[in-house]
Structure formats: C-alpha cells, structure tokens
C-alpha cells in the first residue's frame, strides 16, 4: 500500500480526504482518492508504472465527463 503526505507538495493529506471517496466494504469503510488528486499523484511520482496509469485514467475522467 502506497503512502503519501502531500501531492505536489500542496495538497495535504486532510485536503485529499475531504474529497475522498467513501466505500463500505465488509463493513469497514475505505477511502479512495478523487481521480483528479490520483492523477496529480502519479504525475508528480512520474514512475514509469505510474505514466500508465495516468493514461488509462485520464481516459477514464474522459468517459466520466462525457455521461
């Protein structure tokens, strides 16, 4: 599991769980990252298994916007 303190280092961790995503999974709730938070993430870590990542995701806010 992937741990961060800050995007960018402008986003705080606090800033991120604001517009997190909650799911109740077995009773336990996980928070995900907003896509536009996860993005800038692996912009900013520019590992080569992020730059995938990042193109499949930005796919995936495209679809989003365009329903």
């Known amino acids: 599991m992937d741990k961060m303190k800050s995007v960018n280092g402008e ?3 606090s800033d ?7 799911a109740e ?3 336990i709730k996980i928070p995900f990252l907003h ?4 993005l800038d993430n692996k912009k ?3 590992r080569p298994k ?4 990042v193109f499949y995701l930005e796919k ?3 679809l ?3 329903s």
Request: charge should be negative; proline fraction near 0%; aromatic fraction near 6%.
């Open 44 to 46: 900013a870590v520019d």
């Open 50 to 53: 992020d730059r995938l990542d």
């Open 64 to 66: 989003r916007e365009e």
């Open 35 to 38: 896509i536009n938070h996860l």
């Open 11 to 13: 986003l705080t961790f």
């Open 16 to 22: 991120c769980y604001q517009k997190a995503s909650i």
């Open 60 to 62: 995936i806010k495209e």
């Open 25 to 27: 999974i077995n009773g």
